[in-house]
Nanobody, 124 residues
């Protein structure tokens, strides 16, 4: 199983970025997918999740409004659209796959598979 995240980079505050995560998962549509982010010295922070069908999305309260998660099951790809980026969004962004219960989505220990991460740096 491999999750390959990409799309990170250095941008100015106010810019947009779209991250992608290509998954080599059999039956990709069976998996709930999620995005987390992490800065050095801090715990991995939940961004949001999307169920297998793509119709149900969930976000951390602090991410609502600027971040949008989507997926293309035909391409086994997960996306994170980030708008109006702020310097505090600077982090390594990770994609994950699994089947935790909804109430555990924000718990990174509940997810089975992880990508290698992609760095997002937002300058002021």
């Amino acid at each position: 199983v491999q999750l390959q995240a990409s799309g990170g980079g250095l941008v100015q505050a106010g810019a947009s970025l779209r991250l992608s995560c290509v998954a080599s998962l059999r039956n990709f549509e069976w998996y709930t997918m999620a995005w987390f982010r992490q800065v050095p010295g801090k715990e991995r922070e939940y961004v949001g999740a999307i169920r297998g069908s793509g119709y149900n999305t969930y976000y951390a309260d602090s991410m609502k409004g600027r971040f949008t998660i989507s997926r293309d099951n035909a391409k086994t790809t997960l996306y994170l659209q980030m708008n109006m980026l702020k310097p505090e969004d600077t982090a390594v962004y990770y994609c994950s796959a699994g089947a935790p219960q909804t109430e555990y989505y924000s718990d990174y220990t509940r997810w089975s598979y992880w990508g290698q991460g992609t760095q997002v740096t937002v300058s002021s």
